[in-house]
């Protein structure tokens, strides 16, 4: 069994970074989820109510994120730029981040349409993963997602229209295992980084995003057939046990078994 990819979100609900490899800290991949958009006063806000957040592209070096609109537009920021500490809130979760480019979030509130702020995380997180008692980024219930090749070929042979495994936003995506085993592992080993099994993936309405066009399916699938045929599952969250650097082609090797 192999990763076939890694990839980070360094801003929640926006486009992705396809990686070689990457360092593993116990809040998530180096970079992902590291920002937020959220509004002035700290409520998250995520492509569930604004589908074109998802063709935004986004990109980080060093202390700098680069944001391009949809219509080609980009802006940058660093960190140094975003240091006003004030309180968000990600689900039930409060806790405190940093804001400061007043121009940013004006270009940002323009582009989107609405009033919005972008936070940094911090140099650590203050959020906490209560389950695991471990750092947590801006992600929404854990640090880490997998899925699996094999259970998307299961999934788009029950689709009229097949579907990219980009729409499921996974950190991880593993190739040579049986249709939804992942949700039966305990402990795995990608590479030299050790990770256990936290919770499956219960999937909502972002997955009925075209992400080229931004549009939802009329028919909300793969939503509806994942929700019938599986409750919405699709995918596993994972939480690391190790720390340490991992590489797309890395062996993943099943520990134990739940």
């Known amino acids: 069994m192999k990763l076939t990819s890694i990839t980070r979100y360094p801003v929640k609900s926006m486009g992705g970074n396809?990686?070689?490899?990457?360092?593993?800290?116990?809040?998530?991949?180096?970079?992902?989820?590291?920002?937020?958009?959220?509004?002035?006063?700290?409520?998250?806000?995520?492509?569930?109510?604004?589908?074109?957040?998802?063709?935004?592209?986004?990109?980080?070096?060093?202390?700098?994120?680069?944001?391009?609109?949809?219509?080609?537009?980009?802006?940058?920021?660093?960190?140094?730029?975003?240091?006003?500490?004030?309180?968000?809130?990600?689900?039930?979760?409060?806790?405190?981040?940093?804001?400061?480019?007043?121009?940013?979030?004006?270009?940002?509130?323009?582009?989107?349409?609405?009033d919005a702020r972008l936070y940094w995380l911090g140099k650590q997180s203050k959020r906490v993963l209560a389950a695991a008692q471990t750092p947590l980024s801006f992600a929404d219930s854990a640090p880490f997602m997998l899925t699996n090749t094999a259970s998307l070929d299961n999934l788009n042979a029950m689709l009229d229209t097949p579907v990219e495994m980009e729409r499921f936003r996974a950190n991880f995506v593993v190739a040579g295992s049986e249709a939804y085993e992942e949700e039966k592992w305990r402990r795995i080993r990608i590479g030299?980084?050790?990770?256990?099994?936290?919770?499956?993936?219960?999937?909502?309405?972002?997955?009925?995003?075209?992400?080229?066009?931004?549009?939802?399916?009329?028919?909300?699938?793969?939503?509806?057939?994942?929700?019938?045929?599986?409750?919405?599952?699709?995918?596993?969250?994972?939480?690391?046990?190790s720390a340490g650097v991992v590489k797309a082609g890395d062996e993943v090797e099943v520990l134990s078994y739940q």
């Open 192 to 241: 030299e980084v050790e990770f256990e099994y936290l919770k499956p993936c219960t999937r909502c309405v972002m997955t009925t995003v075209d992400l080229k066009t931004a549009k939802k399916d009329p028919f909300q699938e793969p939503l509806s057939t994942l929700a019938v045929a599986r409750k919405a599952i699709f995918g596993v969250h994972l939480i690391a046990v």
């Open 18 to 114: 396809r990686l070689e490899q990457s360092a593993v800290v116990a809040a998530g991949l180096l970079h992902d989820r590291e920002w937020l958009v959220a509004t002035p006063q700290g409520g998250f806000i995520t492509a569930r109510k604004f589908p074109q957040m998802l063709l935004w592209k986004t990109d980080v070096a060093g202390d700098v994120l680069t944001l391009t609109a949809p219509d080609g537009s980009k802006r940058s920021v660093s960190t140094g730029e975003t240091a006003v500490p004030a309180d968000v809130t990600v689900w039930k979760d409060h806790f405190s981040a940093y804001y400061g480019s007043a121009e940013t979030d004006a270009w940002l509130s323009e582009k989107l349409g609405t």
